[in-house]
């Protein structure tokens, strides 16, 4: 049974860092496509990041314009993917999710989310 494990939410201040954590289980996710989505109340889902295979052990990494230069994202090739946030702002809060699958679009696995909560 595939897993996705997110861990390290919380609530902090404006300007404050929180790092997220995404456990894989269940199968090897070298090929695959791994990122991070959030929620915000009222809103739709949106992509935040993703590492996506370039060969070998090559990940190229990608951002949405709004979180450019604050937060950075790294996986350990097979089983788990984590997103640095810096700077953090209030229009960050959001449920955070973690997601794998052949590709960007084709996401087959998420994690149950983790609650990231900026203060102003």
């Known amino acids: 049974q595939v897993q996705l494990v997110e861990s390290g939410g919380g609530l902090v201040q404006a300007g404050g860092s929180l790092r997220l954590s995404c456990a894989a289980s269940?199968?090897?996710?070298?090929?695959?496509?791994m990122g991070w989505f959030r929620q915000a109340p009222g809103k739709e889902r949106e992509f935040v990041a993703s590492?996506?295979?370039?060969?070998?052990?090559?990940?190229?990494a990608d951002y949405a314009d709004s979180v450019k230069g604050r937060f950075t994202i790294s996986r350990d090739r097979q089983f788990t993917v984590s997103l640095q946030m810096n700077s953090l702002k209030p229009e960050d809060t959001a449920v955070y999710y973690c997601?794998?699958?052949?590709?960007?679009?084709?996401?087959?696995?998420w994690g149950q989310g983790t609650q990231v909560t900026v203060s102003s």
């Open positions: 590492t996506i295979w370039s060969g070998g052990n090559v990940y190229a």
């Open positions: 997601a794998a699958g052949p590709g960007i679009a084709t996401m087959t696995y």
């Open positions: 269940g199968r090897t996710f070298g090929t695959y496509a």
